[in-house]
Every structure is written in structure tokens, then in C-alpha cells.
């Protein structure tokens, strides 16, 4: 569904919001209407279905709870409406808007917002609205799992498609192995439509990119005046993922010490925020990804195995794109569509030579890099018919194809060079060259002494 085409109602008691909504969207969407008084939200919803609800948290109404937005969003429930709600709240509500995503709110947006952020969260729900209606049947429409995003009709991910069936409706903890680009989000998302816990909510954290000082506030949460910018209390995304679904991407890229206190969440079902002594119970169904190889990860030195164990009930290895060649054409075909559509180009199809490029090249960009070079070829396209020409696939990619042979093949210098290399690509953080390196900073300090760096 797109935001052209829908219709969206816009709940608030203040005027300038509902005329600047009003305003904005007025060329967005296929209709606006906008309400001051929630409490004829059931008189509105009766004489028309909406696709979308812009709604308030808090009114001046005759209902005073302190929380009007969490009455009327499950009032919409009850009145059996279908349209994605996203809550519109103040910077000192963030705790009230993360509980209604558990209450079924579909995302919320702070006041004041920028205009490109509100359209683009918007879009999101939308998008998101769709993937949801669409029935996945294994049986009938195996190319097909999540909206129409994770495809292939290669056997191996019909036995992709196959387990994600049967542990879906499961709460097993699952661990997605897989080369960037392939699509591990994909099957996290679509791990958690199929779940029983599809209506509440989906929260994605990239935890390798999390410092060691923000990995406990940003999942735990915190308490005001916990540490120096703690200007307010903060509720932690494992918290807010309660009831839902807990995708942690790039999970094999934390540290020892973070991986402890992960474990200890996960063991005990309970997080404590950081400047509390009270422990908070988590109901959250965990789902993992990582593009480092388990046999890497199972080295101690770099993650503990009894956290391996916690989180990797049932594993799902996802290939490359090279090990699935019949599914790039389907797959190139399908990004045709999706930026013909939204570029407004004509309908594009490919030659036989364009056929072939796409067949005999590599990707080591895996999906993602394949959706980019069609994204480009259909911008730049001159012909309905895109042609090997127009498909120009990465050259960020194409630098790792021929790698450049050592000058100096003298062991101890190779050493010392692929040293340097990696403490100047970690900006001198000897912690993490060392993590790199598959080495202690110990033994790393050593070698740096060895040669005199």
C-alpha cells in the first residue's frame, strides 16, 4: 500500500498540528481528515475505513487518565478498525508511547517533527501494513515469504522457507548465519509475522554497533541521573520489546564483557536499568543474526559458548547469491518492478545478453548489491528493454575480486604489514585490532613490541 492511494485521520485537540498535517499531506495521501475531538473517533471510523491514524496521547477531554492516547488507541481496537495507529507525543512521553507499541500501536513520532521524518515513518507503517496482509503459503506460494521481499525458488531456500514455517510459530531462540547482503533481516522479519506474537512489536537493535558505554542504556534502559547525559529516565529496547520479538543483528561483533550481561538477561528473563536495583521481567521471543562463520564463533577467545548455546536453538545459514543462481533473474525482475514503480519508468525487461551479465557475475555484494545495480539501471535506463550496458554493478565490490599480491613475502613482514593495516583501519583502537587480529591485546602489545611499531 502507498501513502498516495490511503486514506489517513488525524486526531489532536491542538489546531496547528492539524492544519500542518493537514497541509503536508494533502498532496501525500488520497485523503485527510482531521478530528479535534477523540470522542468522535467511533462516529468517523463507522461511515469510512482508514488506512492510517495520526493520534494524540494527550487530550483535554472529559476522559482524564493521563494517558488519553492509550484509551483511545484501544478503543480503535474495539471499534474493529484495521488501520495502523502511530501515536503523536511530546519528548517527556517516550515511556507512554514505547508501552502502546505493546499495546498495538503500529510506530510513534515526537513533537515536533520534521516533515521528511513524519512522511517517511508513514510510508514505513504502510509498507509494513502490506508485508502483514500478505498471506504466506508455503504450498501455494513458495517463491514468496514476507510481502514480497524474501524470494527464491531454489532448494535451498525452499528449505529456508520450510523451517522458518515450522519455527515460527515457536518461541525457540534462533541464530541467522549469513554474508552481509543476503537478506538475514528479511527472515528475522519474517520469522516474527508468522510468530503468534505478530501483533506486538518488532524491535531490531544492531548491537555491533553499540559502544561498551551506550550497550547497557540503549538495551537495559536507565534511571534520570544514572550517568552524566541521563537527563530522564529511558526504557531500553529489550524492555520495549517485551511480548515481541528481539532481533539483535550482528551479534557476533560484541565484546566478552557485553556478551555477559547479555547472557544473564537472557537466563534470568529480567533487566535491571542502569541506576535502579530492581529487576524488570522481559517477555521476549530472541532472534539473532551474525556474518561471522560459527566455526569462528565458536573460539572462546571471541564469544562464549555457553551464549552461542542460549541463543542458537534452531540455526538458519542463509547462501550467497552465488550459491542461488536460479533465483537472480526472479530476484532482478522483482527490483525492476519495485523502482519501475517508483520512479514512474516504464516497464523494463532484459535482453539476453543482460541476462546472461546478470547470470555469470559473482556478487559479492550478495541481494543488496544485485538491488542496487537494478535500482540504478532502471534510473539511467534510455530503452524499455535494459540492456548489459546499463547494468553497472559496484565498484566498491569489484576491489576484492583480484586481491593484490604481497610485495614482500618474507613471513614476519607480511605480519607486521597486515598489522598496521588493521590497527589504521580501527583509527588505533588496540582493543579492536586485537579482536580483529584473533589475538589478546596481550599478544598483540607483543608483536607491536617485536617490531618496533
Not at 481496537?77 to 488501520?83: D, T, V
Request: hydrophobic fraction near 40%; charged fraction near 25%; charge should be neutral.
Amino acid at each position: 500500500m502507498v501513502l498516495k492511494n490511503s486514506a489517513v485521520l488525524v486526531i489532536d485537540d491542538d489546531i496547528d498540528v492539524l492544519t500542518a498535517v493537514r497541509l503536508l499531506l494533502k498532496t501525500e495521501a488520497a485523503e485527510v481528515v482531521t478530528e479535534k475531538n477523540p470522542e468522535n473517533i467511533r462516529s468517523l471510523l463507522s461511515k469510512k475505513p482508514f488506512d492510517l491514524i495520526l493520534l494524540d496521547m494527550n487530550f483535554n477531554s472529559s476522559i482524564n487518565t493521563g494517558n488519553e492516547g492509550l484509551f483511545w488507541l484501544k478503543k480503535i481496537k474495539e471499534f474493529g478498525s484495521e488501520a495502523s495507529v502511530i501515536m503523536i507525543t511530546a519528548y517527556g512521553d517516550i515511556d507512554l508511547a514505547v508501552r502502546s507499541l505493546k499495546e498495538g500501536a503500529a510506530d510513534f513520532v515526537v513533537k515536533p517533527w520534521h516533515n521528511e521524518k513524519l512522511i517517511t515513518t508513514i510510508k514505513d507503517t504502510l509498507k509494513k501494513k502490506e508485508g502483514s496482509k500478505a498471506a504466506v503459503n508455503h504450498a501455494s506460494n513458495a517463491d514468496s515469504i514476507v510481502g514480497n521481499e524474501l524470494l527464491g525458488n531454489s532448494q535451498v531456500m525452499q528449505d529456508i522457507f520450510y523451517k522458518i514455517e515450522k519455527i515460527a510459530p515457536t518461541d525457540a531462540n534462533i541464530l541467522i548465519l549469513g554474508e552481509n547482503g543476503t537478506g538475514k533481516d528479511l527472515i528475522a522479519k519474517a520469522i516474527h509475522q508468522q510468530s503468534l506474537r505478530s501483533d506486538k512489536p518488532f524491535i531490531k537493535v544492531d548491537v555491533g554497533a553499540l559502544t561498551e558505554s551506550l550497550f547497557e542504556s540503549e538495551l537495559f534502559g536507565h534511571k534520570k541521573g544514572a550517568f552524566t547525559d541521563a537527563r530522564e529516565d529511558r526504557v531500553g529496547l529489550v524492555e520495549a520489546a517485551s511480548g515481541g520479538t528481539l532481533f539483535l543483528d550482528e551479534i557476533g561483533n560484541i565484546s566478552l564483557h557485553q556478551q555477559a550481561k547479555l547472557l544473564s538477561v537472557l537466563q534470568n528473563r529480567k533487566i535491571t536499568r542502569l541506576g535502579t536495583n530492581t529487576a524488570i521481567p522481559v517477555d521476549i521471543r530472541l532472534i539473532c543474526a551474525t556474518n561471522v562463520p560459527l566455526s569462528e564463533l565458536a573460539n572462546e577467545s571471541r564469544f562464549r559458548k555457553d551464549l552461542i548455546y542460549r541463543i542458537n536453538t534452531v540455526e538458519i545459514t542463509v547462501p550467497p547469491l552465488r550459491k542461488r543462481e536460479e533465483d537472480i533473474l526472479m530476484l532482478a525482475t522483482h527490483f525492476v518492478n519495485v523502482y519501475g514503480k517508483k520512479y514512474m519508468k516504464p516497464a523494463h525487461a532484459f535482453d539476453a545478453k543482460a541476462q546472461e551479465k546478470l547470470k555469470q557475475y559473482h556478487y559479492p555484494g550478495n541481494v543488496r548489491e544485485l538491488q542496487y545495480t537494478i535500482e540504478r539501471a532502471v534510473i539511467m535506463a534510455e530503452n524499455d528493454v535494459l540492456q548489459a550496458g546499463d547494468l553497472i554493478f559496484s565498484p566498491i565490490e569489484s576491489i576484492k575480486e583480484i586481491p593484490e599480491e604481497p610485495k614482500e613475502l618474507k613471513l614476519s613482514t607480511i605480519e607486521k604489514n597486515t598489522i598496521l593495516k588493521v590497527i589504521e583501519k580501527n583509527n588505533g583502537n588496540i582493543s579492536k585490532a586485537a579482536k580483529e587480529l584473533g589475538l589478546t591485546r596481550t599478544a598483540l602489545y607483543r608483536r607491536l613490541s617485536k617490531y618496533d611499531i
